[in-house]
């Protein structure tokens, strides 16, 4: 199991990353089509329930598939 930024960077895409802890919010990026599993600790309860926003450098998807705007 790789955390989305592992999987962005192997693809040649470079997210902007700063703590990689899910502490800072500079890794957020826009939700379009999936679950996250939200492992950060950045996110309040309410952006969390929207699953509009993820941050990438921890959290992971719960669907197969995962849509970003990156
Ligand atoms: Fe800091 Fe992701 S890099 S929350």
Redesign the pocket.
């Known amino acids: 199991e790789n955390s989305v930024s592992e999987v962005l960077h192997s693809n040649g895409v470079n997210d902007d990353?700063?703590?990689?802890?899910?502490?800072?919010?500079?890794?957020a990026v826009k939700v379009l089509e999936c679950i996250p599993d939200h492992r950060?600790v950045?996110l309040n309860t309410t952006e969390r329930a929207s699953n509009a926003t993820m941050?990438v450098?921890?959290s992971r998807s719960r669907t197969s598939t995962l849509v970003l705007d990156c």
Do not use: A, I, K, P
Request: aromatic share 6%.
């Open positions: 990353l700063s703590c990689e802890q899910g502490l800072c919010g500079t890794c950060d950045y941050l450098c921890c």
